[in-house]
């Protein structure tokens, strides 16, 4: 299996603790982790598959690090890239707008030719919109550590056991 580039930022504290179990469970000889606060295009470049920590701020809005990096990404063609989201996101107190930011990140990057891997079920949530939704699935693993955190690892696990067989 090829380095795959696990991408979020570092002064997170729920992106980083969902980043380094997803790490773990791929096995850390097969993982990189990247700061997203300081990536660089070429360096996004590198790696031909990338797990990325998307969480939603605010109303449905792209955190500021990943908001920045946008304008290099979109000059990027990233045909040949598969890449898989996940992002933090609170049910309860945000649902019309949960996870927004997975939906928001997958369409960047399939404008850019990037194929997105990883979708889970919207089976068990309870909110009432979400641009990550497509049919009845996310394209990525939405995480509510407010209101499901107890799932948290289960979910991770079953995930990384998606993406090795799709990468």
Known sequence: MSK??????????????????????MGKENVTMVNAETITPEQFLSYDKSILGVPTWFDGELPNY???FIPALEDLDLKGKKCALFGNGDQK???????????IMAQIL??????IIGYTTTEGYTFENSKAMRGNRFTGLALDFENQGKLINQKIKDWVIQLKKEF
């Open 93 to 103: 107190g945000y649902p019309e707008n949960f996870v927004d930011g997975i939906g």
């Open 4 to 25: 795959i580039a696990v991408c979020y930022s570092f002064n997170t504290n729920k992106t980083s603790l969902a980043a380094k179990k997803i790490t773990e469970a």
């Open 110 to 115: 399939e404008r850019c030719g990037a194929t």
């Open 66 to 68: 990943w908001d920045e």
